[in-house]
């Protein structure tokens, strides 16, 4: 342990070498990047959802002023276009956009070695994402790994959670990394499956 030169101020040297390293650090500086970007997205769960009638309140409050500036203002605020896009913004702020995603099955590939048959699987490819997540298994199999709810995959109800991915239209995915996977299936226009 290393113990710095105390300055008058009550930090060392050794103190501030440190931290300033730190702050250079770019392992440090990627993690402050991921930390602003949670942030970001906690700032938009916290909208207000009941803009409506906090607007109805502020109307109470502002119907009697004298003001030419706030009977504008009383008028604005209870026009049909306000109460429309609060309607609107509040129906939104209600909705969780957030993914449901089904926890993965760890026990059902050992299902794998029971079934031996090979499901042929059609998925037409529309502006949406599969919406199906893959995985490695222990042996090297490329596995599907959780199914996003409401996703094109769900909604089909034929891929499951550990089925294998053996053949993506003729193209036989064994042996290739999940990265060259995930690129194959992004660049077809429909997607065949063998599993």
């Given at each position: 342990?290393?113990?710095?030169?105390?300055?008058?101020?009550?930090?060392?040297?050794?103190?501030?070498?440190?931290?300033?390293?730190?702050?250079?650090n770019a392992d440090y500086k990627q993690i402050m990047q991921v930390h602003s970007k949670i942030q970001d997205v906690e700032r938009?769960?916290?909208?207000?959802?009941?803009?409506?009638?906090?607007?109805?309140?502020?109307?109470?409050?502002?119907?009697?002023?004298?003001?030419?500036?706030?009977?504008?203002?009383?008028?604005?605020?209870?026009?049909?276009?306000?109460?429309?896009?609060?309607?609107?913004?509040?129906?939104?702020?209600?909705?969780?956009?957030?993914?449901?995603?089904?926890?993965?099955?760890?026990?059902?590939?050992?299902?794998?070695?029971?079934?031996?048959?090979?499901?042929?699987?059609?998925?037409?490819?529309?502006?949406?994402?599969?919406?199906?997540?893959?995985?490695?298994?222990?042996?090297?199999?490329?596995l599907i790994g959780r199914i996003m709810h409401g996703s094109p995959a769900d909604k089909s109800g034929l891929l499951q959670?550990?089925?294998?991915?053996?053949?993506?239209?003729?193209?036989?995915?064994?042996?290739?990394?999940?990265?060259?996977?995930?690129?194959?299936?992004?660049?077809?226009?429909?997607?065949?499956?063998?599993?």
């Open positions: 342990m290393t113990i710095g030169v105390q300055e008058e101020d009550g930090v060392s040297e050794d103190g501030l070498d440190y931290l300033a390293s730190l702050f250079q938009y769960k916290n909208v207000c959802k009941d803009s409506k009638s906090k607007n109805n309140n502020l109307l109470n409050e502002i119907r009697n002023l004298e003001s030419p500036f706030g009977k504008q203002l009383y008028q604005i605020l209870s026009s049909a276009t306000i109460h429309g896009l609060l309607t609107v913004h509040d129906t939104i702020s209600r909705k969780d956009y957030e993914p449901k995603l089904p926890p993965i099955d760890v026990e059902s590939d050992n299902d794998l070695e029971d079934e031996p048959h090979i499901k042929l699987i059609k998925i037409y490819k529309s502006r949406q994402e599969l919406g199906a997540t893959l995985r490695r298994d222990e042996h090297g199999h490329i959670p550990a089925d294998e991915v053996k053949e993506i239209n003729g193209v036989n995915v064994i042996g290739r990394s999940l990265d060259e996977v995930a690129k194959i299936l992004s660049n077809t226009s429909k997607r065949v499956f063998k599993l």
